[in-house]
């Protein structure tokens, strides 16, 4: 080969890098784990994906500062309340002590009249204002009579207390003024960013700021006992990105690391272990680029699994180095085994790629795209790039001790079949579940985690974001409007006790239309005050004294109904913009329902449902936009099975696809099942050592299994080749081959991310059973007739 | 059972005169008060309200669990709960309860602080925020509580607490707008003590 070549080669190779190194800086990463969530154009689980992501319940951070005596956390949790209060990225911060009272009061009180449910033209009739007033009296004979008396000859007819006691939510206790765990003395404080919760380095700063603040708030004095827990969804993702980040650099070090040693105790050499690199590189750079070309940005996770591919593509450069470096001449059918090879690998990788997670779909592309750069540089740079007189170490002792293994191994070719059976048998007769059900499963939180956010949580009695009925308007006075025709509904559910509360926005802001029927329900001053002298007669609290009564409905009749820019500063600004949300497709409001009270209880769904569709058929017929009861657990989960559904289709057509095209290109019904035999027999047995050891699988086992027929079709394609036996240094190479590929995935299946791990331990074992099954069966199916 | 026994022991002690004690003043009252344990008794409340014509009459139970929790459950003239556990109120009416914090109502819990401090004995919390006096002898004695706080002074013009040895059988209030209430409490009926 001239060396004017091998430059022009090399430059063009170099160019080639420059290209894809330029795109690949350009890229941008994410470690958001939702792109394993749907990329579904139904509004409701556009919604659902959209509360995942940005709702409140994606903003929340969960606070305990515990391990002191109580005086000392609530101290702390004070401190940390005002300061994160100062705190502009922060939307709400509460730690149970009152801060809007005063503002709360005052707005409540001075629109009671429209914003309590209680007031309609009837209260206002004699007999209504009798009864409003006895109940007055036995407030006043109540122990809250004390709080109740300084209002009566103003508000006799308990407006403001009908308020308060409707809007008064349950919290944990209060100890020292702020919020305790139950009998313990941890202080609790919920803040809210005002990023989304997809906002990754938002979420980050946030969690900064709430550690600085603790920080800060500490006695200076002494040396303070006091620690910080801090968890929720925000947590949840800067952690999953710290660990995704390490890892992905931790497998992708060592598992090149352990390739590269390999390697050179191959060749012994490290210009030949720089070319053997030179298809990986450029593979992984054309996967990166291609991948940040077609979706925009690259996830961790695609990197990660990129590892992986570096264990295979190094297969291509392996099987070409160790041909040329060790006979003169290439088998005629070298490169179409190769071709062969990478043509299923690639079908799996294009079931990837089709897949809706654009995840997945990720990997499919990057693996793709890798795999073909890999191939081609192989096939039409490598060889250019080979000194002239190309030689590696000699692999023939070697080739002929796996040889000799090899025919050994056929003694127990058998196993394979009985293997294969017995792990049939077991698949098919275990009554324990097969798959993981849950959306959670994918997520690389610890259990840790998961445990101090159950506690916290549970201290917190924080809201439970689970149910919501989701209802769609125009604008916020119709999506108030809508709210309030279903409160009647929802009140009803909760006598039934199908749940154990619910909230609204209309309770804190009703509709103009609803406070102007109240007000306008108000009788004129001398009506009011007949009506008022008969209602009193006979009860301890006599008319005379309510002049302020009078004065004061007549300055509501003529009140401007409150507006949501009127709530600002108080409580209720907050609660309602928690439930209200505007989207490009309208105003959404979100109603919050409670689980019967133990916690363990789950709503009942099709109670709901079915309370909604009567709803929408008497009340709500003229009305456009939806109205949805949504139980995000089970709706992400449906939609996670729905995904794993999806998986499985497309693996069986991959596979079907790959088995296709080996029967076209076989052309033999005998050679087909030499082929199908390891793989079916790997994967069979992959499957059941899996549910054997108790591993729940996820649609990344599934895809794992893809793989090994992707990856172990290469090794069988190399036994069954017909152009006579296998030469010792085919043997060698199959064997690095398998080796590099087990370094790849094998590093994955030690990671903490579920999503790697799950792949990397169906794959590893699964791709070295598929090159030892393919030995041992290597003789027996030459010789059947 | 060994907790239902002692408890039993408890309350006979909460009524129970010690014949051996001599002289009397604010200490002794206080350590007669503080040596009471948990108990449950009958109480009938009067109320006068400036602003209603005729008194309210309110009948129920106390039940105070050392040091921190004060009960009182109504009967009539309508039922309710309300659990002052020395930092937050929790009112139950008509199968709704609300939780109110003390440090939202300062002179509401200064009221019902009062009565918690002289049912445990607690003279320093007591003079925190009221002067104390003491009148009468042990076998029929007379605490008058009078605030020394301004802002105190507001809203409850005297407490005073009479009662007998280690006994309390009447708290009688009087607030500055007027309005005055008196409790008395009845001597344990033998087997609401033991209940």
Same mark, same amino acid.
């Given at each position: 080969m001239s060396w004017?070549?091998?430059?022009?080669?090399?430059?063009?190779?170099? *160019? &080639?890098?420059?290209?894809?190194?330029?795109? @690949?800086?350009? $890229? %941008?990463?994410? =470690?958001?784990?939702?792109v394993f969530l749907p990329d579904s154009p139904d509004v409701g689980h556009q919604l659902l994906v959209d509360q995942l992501k940005n709702g409140m319940a994606s903003r929340l951070f969960l606070v305990g500062i515990e391990g002191g005596k109580s005086t000392e956390s609530a101290a702390v949790s004070r401190q940390m309340a005002a300061t994160l209060r100062a705190d502009?990225?922060?939307?709400?911060?509460?730690?149970?002590?009152?801060?809007?009272?005063?503002?709360?009061?005052?707005?409540?009180?001075?629109h009671r009249y429209a914003l309590s449910p209680k007031v309609d033209a009837a209260r206002f009739e004699v007999e209504g204002l009798r009864a409003a007033l006895q109940e007055t009296v036995d407030l006043l004979a109540s122990s809250a009579g004390l709080f109740a008396k300084p209002l009566v000859t103003r508000d006799p007819s308990g407006e403001m207390m009908a308020l308060l006691a409707g809007l008064n939510r349950a919290g944990p206790t209060l100890t020292e003024g702020v919020w305790m765990s139950q009998g313990g003395s941890t202080a609790?404080?919920? @803040?809210? %960013?005002?990023?989304?919760?997809?906002?990754? +380095?938002?979420?980050?700063?946030?969690?900064?700021?709430?550690?600085?603040?603790?920080?800060?708030? &500490?006695? @200076?004095?002494?040396?303070?006992?006091?620690?910080?827990?801090?968890?929720?969804?925000?947590?949840?993702a800067v952690h999953s990105r710290e660990t995704i980040k390490s890892e992905v650099s931790r497998i992708a070090a060592a598992g090149t690391v352990i390739i590269v040693v390999l390697l050179l105790l191959v060749f012994r050499s490290v210009s030949v272990l720089l070319l053997g690199l030179v298809p990986v590189i450029t593979g992984a750079l054309a996967g990166v680029a291609s991948v940040s070309l077609g979706f925009g940005v690259v996830h961790g996770l695609t990197l990660g699994f990129g590892t992986t591919l570096i264990g295979?593509?190094?297969? /291509?450069?392996? /099987?070409?180095?160790?041909?040329?470096?060790?006979?003169? !001449?290439?088998?005629?059918?070298?490169?179409? %085994?190769?071709?062969?090879?990478?043509? =299923?690998?690639?079908?799996?990788?294009?079931?990837?790629?089709?897949?809706?997670?654009?995840?997945?779909?990720? #990997?499919? #592309? /990057?693996?793709?795209?890798?795999?073909?750069?890999?191939?081609?540089?192989?096939? /039409?740079?490598?060889p250019a790039l080979l000194p002239a007189g190309f030689r590696i170490r000699d692999l023939r002792p070697l080739g002929e001790r796996l040889a000799r293994l090899v025919a050994a191994s056929a003694r127990w070719r058998l196993l394979v079949p009985v293997l294969a059976l017995a792990s049939l048998a077991y698949l098919v007769t275990r009554t324990e579940p097969v798959w993981q059900h849950e959306l959670l499963a994918l997520s690389p939180v610890s259990k840790a985690d998961v445990l101090l956010d159950q506690r916290l949580r549970h201290d917190l009695a924080a809201p439970d974001t689970r149910y919501l009925v989701l209802l769609q308007g125009t604008d916020i006075e119709h999506v108030l409007a809508r709210a309030e025709t279903l409160s009647p509904v929802l009140d009803r559910l909760e006598a039934e006790g199908k749940i154990s509360g619910w909230d609204s926005p209309a309770r804190y802001l009703p509709s103009v239309a609803t406070q102007q029927r109240r007000l306008q329900s #108000?009788?004129?001053?001398?009506? &009011?005050?007949?009506?008022?002298?008969?209602?009193?007669?006979?009860?301890?609290? @006599?008319? +005379?004294?309510? !002049?302020?009564?009078?004065?004061?409905?007549?300055?509501?009749? $003529?009140?401007?109904?409150? =507006?949501?820019?009127?709530?600002?500063? %108080?409580?209720?600004?907050?609660?309602?913009? *928690?439930?209200?949300? !505007?989207t490009d497709h309208g105003v959404f409001a979100l109603l919050p329902l409670s689980t019967p009270a133990t916690g363990e209880a789950e709503v009942d769904a099709s109670a709901v449902n079915q309370a909604l569709d009567a709803w929408k058929r008497e009340h709500d017929r003229d009305d456009g936009g939806a109205a949805i009861f949504l139980d995000i657990k089970t709706a992400s989960d449906s939609l996670y099975l729905g995904y794993l559904n999806e998986i499985l289709k497309l693996t069986t057509i991959s596979i079907a696809i790959i088995a296709l095209l080996l029967s076209c290109l076989l052309r033999s019904p005998l050679k087909m099942l030499r082929i199908v035999a390891p793989l079916s027999a790997s994967v069979l047995v992959v499957l059941a050592a899996l549910i054997l050891c108790g591993q729940h699988l996820i649609l990344l086992h599934l895809v794992g299994l893809l793989l090994i027929v992707a990856v172990g079709s290469n090794y069988t394609l190399f036994f069954n080749r017909d152009d006579g036996p296998i030469a010792p240094h085919t043997y060698a190479s199959l064997l690095f081959a398998n080796l590099t590929t087990v370094a790849g995935y094998g590093m994955l299946a030690f990671s903490s991310v579920p999503v790697l791990q799950a792949i990397g331990m169906t794959v590893a074992p699964g791709t070295i059973l598929a090159l030892v099954f393919s030995a041992m069966l290597y003789r027996q199916t030459k010789t059947r007739p | 059972m060994r907790a239902f026994v002692s408890f039993c022991f408890a309350c006979l002690a909460l009524f129970v005169v010690p014949a051996h004690a001599a002289g009397w003043d604010i200490d002794q009252l206080m350590q007669r008060l503080a040596a009471n344990g948990a108990g449950r008794v009958h109480f009938t409340e009067t109320r006068h309200l400036v602003l209603l014509d005729q008194p309210l009459v309110i009948s129920g139970e106390l039940v105070y669990v050392p040091p921190n929790r004060l009960e009182r459950h109504s009967q009539t003239p309508v039922v309710e709960t309300m659990i002052f556990d020395g930092s937050q109120l929790i009112l139950t009416r008509e199968g709704k309860t609300h939780t109110l914090s003390v440090r939202d109502y300062p002179a509401a819990g200064a009221l019902i602080g009062a009565i918690r401090a002289t049912l445990a004995g607690e003279r320093h919390t007591l003079e925190r925020d009221y002067a104390l006096s003491l009148s009468g002898a042990r076998a029929q004695w007379k605490l008058s509580l009078l605030p020394s706080d301004p802002a105190l002074a507001q809203i409850v013009l005297r407490i005073q607490v009479s009662g007998s040895d280690g006994r309390i059988e009447r708290i009688d209030i009087l607030q500055a707008d007027g309005d005055r209430s008196e409790l008395r409490i009845d001597a344990p009926a033998p087997d609401t003590a033991a209940k």
């Open positions: 004017r070549r091998r430059s022009g080669a090399f430059l063009l190779w170099l *160019a &080639l890098l420059g290209v894809l190194a330029a795109i @690949a800086a350009r $890229t %941008t990463f994410t =470690t958001d784990m939702s502009a990225r922060f939307a709400e911060v509460n730690n149970g002590a009152s801060v809007h009272f005063e503002a709360d009061r005052k707005l409540l009180f001075e609790l404080l919920l @803040a809210l %960013t005002r990023a989304g919760g997809d906002d990754l +380095d938002a979420q980050e700063a946030a969690l900064e700021a709430i550690r600085a603040a603790f920080s800060a708030a &500490l006695p @200076a004095d002494s040396a303070s006992l006091l620690r910080l827990e801090v968890s929720g969804p925000g947590v949840f295979e593509a190094v297969d /291509y450069a392996l /099987y070409l180095l160790i041909q040329r470096g060790s006979a003169s !001449t290439v088998p005629s059918r070298f490169w179409s %085994t190769i071709m062969l090879g990478l043509l =299923t690998s690639g079908c799996g990788f294009v079931a990837l790629f089709a897949s809706d997670f654009p995840g997945l779909s990720q #990997l499919g #592309l /990057y693996s793709l795209v890798g795999l073909i750069t890999a191939v081609l540089i192989t096939r /039409y740079l490598l #108000l009788p004129a001053r001398d009506e &009011l005050a007949r009506r008022l002298a008969l209602a009193a007669h006979g009860l301890p609290l @006599a008319a +005379d004294k309510l !002049t302020p009564f009078l004065d004061e409905v007549e300055a509501a009749r $003529t009140q401007a109904p409150l =507006t949501p820019a009127a709530l600002a500063g %108080t409580s209720l600004a907050m609660a309602v913009e *928690a439930m209200l949300l !505007t | -």
